[in-house]
Each structure stands twice: as structure tokens, then as C-alpha cells.
């Protein structure tokens, strides 16, 4: 038809061929078509079953099947046209050397809603079941609702494809819900591919929506997004989503302005082969990467088993459970030169990495911020909780680190750290470490802060060295710390290892370990211990017993070496020692003990309690 107003109904076309639609051609026309089935036919060059030029399309429960078309749009191809497919099925259709097996788009515009789309190939190019591409430097947008995509395939964009124009590309503008995107294969982006050439006025947003069980060759099992805008993923499932060999096993995006993900799950993604990066999320050169209440288990990659994320400005993790995925490095989260990153209220836990890393492998440019986050059950060679390198600050408040593994504590020689922290500054605060295996605490920063924590439990089962705790660098304050029932009582196995220019110790406890006390053995030039009680020996050196003996307040527990000017007294009290329950019972002699200045006080205006919960931020 040509510049007419058509209704169609109740029609079926079959085993017809054209030059352009192989049933159907249409142009400068508008077209109410209900109830229409094409099926086995040609064209030439595009549209297997319609080709549609400057037209007003309205299909209603149209089914199109075994169409085939040597160019563009298997099924379907519109260009500078407005589509409108509501209801209807997409069975085997083809585009044998170009885009779109069922459906092609080219400067236009698409609401395809309730529809089945199954079987369609585009092998050798882009869009096995749906493709969109503009070159006209003008707005256009795809919108798809409960719409059940399986079985398409393409060398880009297994199901569906988005692309553009090199001089003037069009903004896409792509919705997505209530759908599935399942069972489809592509080299880049198995369930989408959406390259628009780095426009920042495109976007794409899903919602509602399952993809899964997809298989990529080089990038995104499920999703690969490049050069765009905004990205928005709201209560989605990426799931056993595959890439046989690159990055991005749920989801690869590089260069975007942002990427919001919320009340997500991913799990059961891979990627292997060489640079596979990003088990279930890999993101590259994007500026902001906002998740929050999402679920991130059971995916595996060589770097970030869960998360892979190499030059990004800010990260923000929020209410996050990242469970046992898998990686050589980074089994949880892997980072490489990011501007900042800021988890609050998440889990990590059970994560396994081959090499380092176990939950958090972190290289960050700039601030580290932890907030309210379970570290638990996690393994790696080394660093099986933690290891954060930030050009920064690190900052960790009411962080627990349990019962992390690090395997080469279980063989001599050395420092097998769980946790390991380096930045500019360090402020811990109201921070647990309990149950690990190997060295268990380490700070090496210009300047640190340790107030209100407690290390409790740690232990080696070979290692030459244990460390409760480890302090290096340069000026670090500990403040109302407890350090107990750590070690295991062979020699040089201490508790807490002091180093770098100076170190301060107020209002702590340590006791009921296992080893050595304090063992200052990186050549500190300033040691200062006030209001510090122990119940054990310490480091033989000179530096530590003068520090004790001329130090304001020390208390020596019965049974322990010193005496010097310190007061002994019986063995520390608290509510539950045996459940490593550390606040004080009224009878300990540790209540009332610290430092009477009245910055010291506790939250209750008395004088400092020591231990883990005295002082001024001692509630907790």
C-alpha cells in the first residue's frame, strides 16, 4: 500500500516472496492490522514477512512464523515508521546477513506488549528477535512489556539489539518489563546489546523482568551495555546467565553516566577465559554504580566473583548480600583505580577466592567508607576477610570480620593477613574481629584511629606469627579497645604487633590470650600505654616494660610479669567471659579505671570504663 488509511483482519498470508516484504509492503500509509498471521515467506533485501517505510503500524495478535529475509527484519522491518504490536507470536524467524529475525527498527519507534517471541536468528549480524538502530540524531524509544523472549540468537545481541549511527546517532530511549529474556546466544550481550556511541541523552530501564540461562562468547552473558546514559535495573534476575570466555557473566557496562540497580538478584552467573572479570556485574569507565537490596550469590569470574569494577568515580553498595560466589582474586568484590567506594548495611560472606582477596579486594583512589557490614565465613590464600589500598581515607563503623579463613596460615612462615587496611588515615570504630585464622588485623596508614572494637578468638593452626592485631605506618591512637582469648601460647605468637613512628594505647584491655601481650617489633620510636590492663606477659624489649612501668594508670592482672609501677589486681570480670561477652560487670576492676579526664567519660558521665565499651562512644 502506498499513502493509505488500511484495516486488515482475520488474513493469512503464506509462501509469497517480494524484492521488500516478503507478504507485506507498506509506505507513507496507516495500518490497523488484527488477527494476522504471515508465515513462510521471503524478501529479497528487508522484511521477510512486512516491510514498513514512514507508516503508522497498529497490529493486534499478529502471528508471524518461518519468514526469512536476506537483509533487515526477518518478520518485520520499519524504518522512520511508528510500530505498535500488541499481543502475538514470533516463531523461527530470519535475517540471514543483517539485523532483526523478528523484528528491525530503523528510525522508528516500538510498544510491543504481551507478545511470545521464540526461535529467531540474526547469526550473522545483530538483534536475533529484535533490532534497533538510528542514525538520525533525533529521540526514539522502545518500549516492551510481559513480553517472553527464548531460543534467539545473533552474533550481537542474542535477543535483542540496540545501535546507532557514527555521524549523528539517534537517542534511545529502551523500557523493559514484566518480561523474560531466556535461552539465547550471541558473542557480545546473549539477552541485550545496547551500544549507542557514547550519546548521554540514551537510556534504559528495566524492571520486572527474569534473564537467564543465556550464553555470551566474549561480553555479557545477560546484558551488555557501552556508551550510554543512565542505566536503571529495578527488581530484575540475572540467573545462570554464561561467558564462555570475557567479562560480565550477568551484566557488562562500560562508559555510562550512571548505573542504579535495586531490589536485583544475580546468581549462578559465570564468565571464564582469559580477562573474565565480573562473575555476576563487571562495569568500566562509568561514572556513579548505586546497588541496593540486591541479592548477589553463587557467581564465579578470575577477578570479582560478584563485582568487578575498574574506573568508576563512585561506588555506593547499600543493604547488599554478596554470598558465595567465587574468584582467583576477589571472590566477593574486585576494584581496580575507582574514585571512591561506600558500602553500608550489607553482607559479605562465605566467599571463596583462590589468591587474595576472599571477600573484598579493594584498589580505590580515593575514600573507603564501611558502615554496618558483616564480613563472615569468607577463604583466600591471603586476606581471606579484606584488602582495601586507598588513596584516602578508610573509615569502618560496626564492621564484624568472622571466621574468615586465610589458607596460608595454615603453613608456616610469616603474616597471613585476613583483614589489611593501607590509606592515607584509618578510623575503626565499634568494630568486631572474632573466630579467624591467620594474622588477624592489620593497619598501615599515615595516621590511624582505633576506638570501641574488640579481637577476640583469632588463631593459626601453622602460621610462624599471629596477630590479633597489627599496627604500622605512622601515628596510630588506640582508645577503649579489648583484646582477648587470641593465640595459642607459643612463642613470639603475639597478640598485637605495634610498628611505625608512634603508637599510643588508652583505656584497653588485653588479656586471656594465648601469647605474648604487645610485642613491639617494627622499631617504634614512640610508645605511649596509659590506663592499659593486662593479665600476661609482654615483650621482653625495653621499649614496651619501660613504657608500662612509666606509663599513668597501667594495670597488671595477677599473674603476669610486670609489676613495675602498675597496680595488680584479680582477673578481669565481665558479664560472660565464656561467651566472650565483653561488658564489664559491676565487680571488675577494669570499671572506673581509665583516664579520669572528662573526654574520656562514658556515655553515662562517669568516669572511663576500660575496654571495648567505655569511653564516650562506649554504647554500642
Known sequence: TYHQNVQLEDIVIGGTSARWGGGMYAKGSNIIADNIVIHDTEADTNGGAIDLNEVNFVATDIVLAHNESEWKGGGINAEESTVILQGGEYFQNKSLTSAGGAISLWNSDLILTDAYIEGNTALSGSGGALYAFGDDGLPHSVEVSNVEFTDNHASHGGAIKVGHGYSTPSLWDITIEDSTI?????????????????????????????????????????????????????????????????????????????????????????????????????????????????????????????????????????????????????????????????VWDSVVAGNDANGAGGGLLLDVLGDVVLENVDVADNEASVYSAMDVESGGNVSMQGVTVTNNVSTNALTPPGFTYVANLEADHVDVSQVIVSENTGSAFRLDAGTSLITNSIFTRNNTQGSAVVGALVVGGGQSEIQNITVAGNGDGRLYSAVVYLGGQSVSMLNSYIGDNGALGIWDTFGTTALDLSYVAMDQDVDTGPNVQAQLQAGIGNIVVSGASFMGDGVTVDPVQSVDIEQFDFHLAPISALVDAGDPGSVYNDTDGTRADIGAYGGPDGSW
Open 182 to 342: 531466556s535461552e539465547s546466544t550471541a558473542f557480545v550481550g546473549a539477552a541485550l546489546d545496547y551500544n549507542v556511541g557514547g550519546n548521554p541523552g540514551s537510556a534504559l530501564n528495566v524492571s520486572t523482568t527474569d534473564v537467564y540461562d543465556n550464553v555470551a562468547g566474549g561480553r555479557g552473558g545477560g546484558f551488555s551495555i557501552r556508551e550510554i546514559g543512565d542505566v536503571t535495573l529495578s527488581q530484575v534476575s540475572f540467573t545462570n546467565n554464561e561467558v564462555t570466555s570475557g567479562r560480565g557473566g550477568g551484566l557488562s557496562l562500560i562508559g555510562a553516566n550512571s548505573l542504579s540497580v535495586v531490589d536485583a538478584v544475580f546468581a549462578g552467573n559465570a564468565v571464564a577465559g582469559i580477562g573474565a572479570d565480573g562473575g555476576a556485574i563487571d562495569v568500566e569507565d562509568t561514572n556513579s554504580v548505586s546497588v541496593s537490596n540486591t541479592h548477589i550469590a553463587g557467581n564465579s569470574a578470575g577477578r570479582g566473583g560478584g563485582i568487578h569494577l575498574m574506573g568508576v568515580d563512585g561506588i555506593f553498595l547499600t543493604e547488599v548480600e554478596l554470598l558465595d560466589n567465587e574468584a582467583l582474586l576477589g571472590a566477593g568484590v574486585r576494584t581496580e583505580d575507582v574514585g571512591s567506594f561506600t
